[in-house]
């Protein structure tokens, strides 16, 4: 199937991440393969540099010995980009590094964060000569993979310089969503700018979505997304995408989550791939659904026949098609683990308010 398969990023795709690292693509798509530094590389070195180069003649060869096919969204059947001419700067930027986020989505983080001021300094002191000739002569823009936008005063103000340097670039958008309105698109000068907008929903109910977000948003998100929704159906940008990152807390959702796509005339895209730094990703098999030694493991198999899933407004990737259901043996030993485990915590957490609750009265007296 691979010999079928073309990748174009890395004719045309750039990005790096918070310490300067670049790559072509998401790290995890591509195994981390590094192709340079931009603290420590002009963009000439690493856009034409051996490592940039070699991974070049992997893709163009359909080896693909850099690519995580099992997470990567981005592989599709195509011809070599520009006749396999490089561009001479990327045309494609992922402005993704700032990871500051006002929000604490389960998915993500257990804690709010932001840049510290030493490397927000060292992004800035780098705009005149870094940042800006890299994407002079960009045609899109990825704005902010890691964090939220309307989160970063920072990222706002190198988006503004950007464009300001730019005026012709194109802006592809992720936000949680929250503050993604009207006014505050026109206010940053993105409106006129988007060609494409991602909203991380990971619910399709109100209940699920206070399971994800800690907060109780999911009424202004989606007044947000129908507004968005508006632009795509009068033809201001050109796709609209509502992401749902899959755990066993929201995995109920999903064919709803699609019809909502349906509504909105959006794209509903599934990942299995929990990435941050939360109790989820710390216990990923504990939470990992669509893991076979998860206790709902052929529950979540079992909803993926559900025909909605074959409709034009959903991508769900071939990895999660392709699930087969364990045994009933397997799955009820995987079921009994996990009561065990969950009688065993519950022990753990009495133990623990116990000993609380005796501090406390020995205090008092």
């Excluded at 192709?35 to 540099?49: A, K, M, P, Q």
């Excluded at 030493?118 to 005149?128: C, G, M, T």
Aim: proline share 3%; aromatic share 14%.
């Amino acid at each position: 199937m691979m010999d079928k398969l073309f990748c174009k990023n890395p004719w045309n795709t750039f990005e790096f991440n918070n310490d300067g690292k670049c790559f072509f693509c998401n790290p995890c798509f591509s195994n981390f393969t590094l192709i340079g530094n931009i603290f420590e590389n002009d963009i000439d070195e690493i856009w034409n540099g051996e490592a940039a180069r070699n991974f070049r003649k992997d893709v163009r060869e359909r080896k693909y010995t850099h690519c995580n096919y099992d997470v990567c969204n981005g592989l599709k059947t195509d011809i070599l980009p520009y006749d396999g001419v490089i561009a001479d700067y990327p045309e494609y930027i992922n402005l993704g590094y700032d990871y500051s986020c006002g929000q604490r989505c389960i998915i993500c983080r257990d804690d709010y964060n932001g840049m510290p001021e030493a490397e927000i300094k060292k992004w800035e002191d780098r705009l005149e000569s870094h940042i800006l000739p890299i994407t002079s002569k960009a045609k899109y823009m990825f704005v902010n993979c890691r964090g939220e936008y309307f989160d970063s005063k920072h990222t706002q103000k190198m988006v503004a310089a950007i464009i300001n340097n730019n005026p012709n670039i194109k802006i592809e958008f992720i936000s949680n969503g929250i503050k993604c309105t009207k006014e505050n698109l026109i206010k940053h000068n993105l409106l006129d700018r988007l060609y494409k907008v991602h909203i991380s929903f990971h619910s399709a109910t109100r209940e699920t979505y206070k399971k994800i977000f800690r907060i109780d948003k999911f009424n202004e998100v989606y007044e947000n997304a129908k507004f968005i929704s508006s632009l795509k159906r009068e033809g201001k940008i050109r796709e609209f995408e509502i992401m749902f990152v899959i755990t066993d807390a929201n995995y109920k959702d999903m064919p709803k989550f699609v019809q909502m796509a349906i509504d909105l005339d959006a794209k509903a895209a599934f990942s299995a791939c929990i990435g941050g730094y939360t109790e989820y990703t710390k216990n990923r098999e504990e939470y990992a659904v669509f893991y076979q030694n998860h206790h709902n493991y052929n529950d979540f198999v079992k909803m993926l026949k559900n025909p909605i899933f074959n409709s034009n407004h959903c991508f769900l990737p071939d990895y999660l098609r392709n699930l087969k259901p364990i045994s009933f043996k397997q799955s009820m030993k995987n079921k009994i683990k996990y009561f065990m485990r969950s009688k065993l915590h519950m022990k753990m957490q009495q133990q623990k308010d116990n000993i609380n609750i005796f501090e406390h009265d020995t205090f008092k007296d």
